[in-house]
């Protein structure tokens, strides 16, 4: 499917962006390719642009300045949204690094040009409001995983969101964005088959 109808579609289903008001943002999307580990965003860089991922899979981590190690956040799959919320929003530095795992395309739309968007149209401050609710229930759900999920529901809860994830990148990432170490991840991965 095209990149643009994808991008339509996704649009309407997730925030009944109609033709018309699409048409308003056509000449803002703009396409970008990336290599695997090239960054959509970078820890300090200021968040200059939300994008829809076409194809491909992104991290978001931070690294423990004491340790030098990596702590995946969030992951980001083909038809989401990808964007440093906090970040973006403020258009304030970083807090933490978003990088491609794979060869990745996507649209993107700058911050200025999504303001304008808010100015001209209804529809457009409502996917604005959704995007928000959707970066807050995200962080609170993440952080509420922690506090009642065993490791093994937040293992299935991943696979249920991003369900070609453990297909495409290593597993000590997985691991990491569990907070658990990689044999534990193997033996989590060994019950569940075995159900």
Not at 138 to 149: H, P
Not at 154 to 166: F, G, I, N, W
Not at 181 to 192: A, D, E, F, H, T
């Amino acid at each position: 499917m095209e990149q643009m109808v994808m991008l339509k579609h996704a649009l309407l289903a997730f925030a009944g962006i109609d033709e018309e008001n699409f048409d308003l943002s056509r000449e803002y999307w703009q396409p970008r390719n990336y290599q695997k580990g090239e960054f959509y965003n970078e820890y300090k860089n200021v968040c200059k642009n939300l994008g829809f991922i076409i194809d491909g899979i992104f991290r978001t981590y931070y690294v423990n300045e004491e340790t030098g190690e990596e702590k995946n956040i969030f992951f980001f799959s083909p038809q989401q949204i990808i964007v440093s919320y906090k970040s973006f929003v403020n258009q304030a530095p970083c807090n933490y690094h978003t990088e491609s795992m794979t060869a990745a395309s996507v649209l993107y739309i700058s911050y200025a040009n999504l303001e304008k968007l808010y100015q001209q149209s209804h529809q457009w401050e409502h996917f604005g409001r959704l995007i928000a609710e959707k970066a807050f229930n995200l962080a609170m759900t993440r952080t509420e995983d922690f506090i009642f999920n065993t490791p093994e529901q937040r293992y299935k809860d991943l696979t249920e969101a991003h369900p070609q994830l453990a297909n495409h990148i290593p597993l000590y990432h997985i691991a990491s964005y569990l907070g658990i170490q990689g044999p534990s991840l193997s033996r989590i991965r060994k019950r569940m088959v075995s159900k």
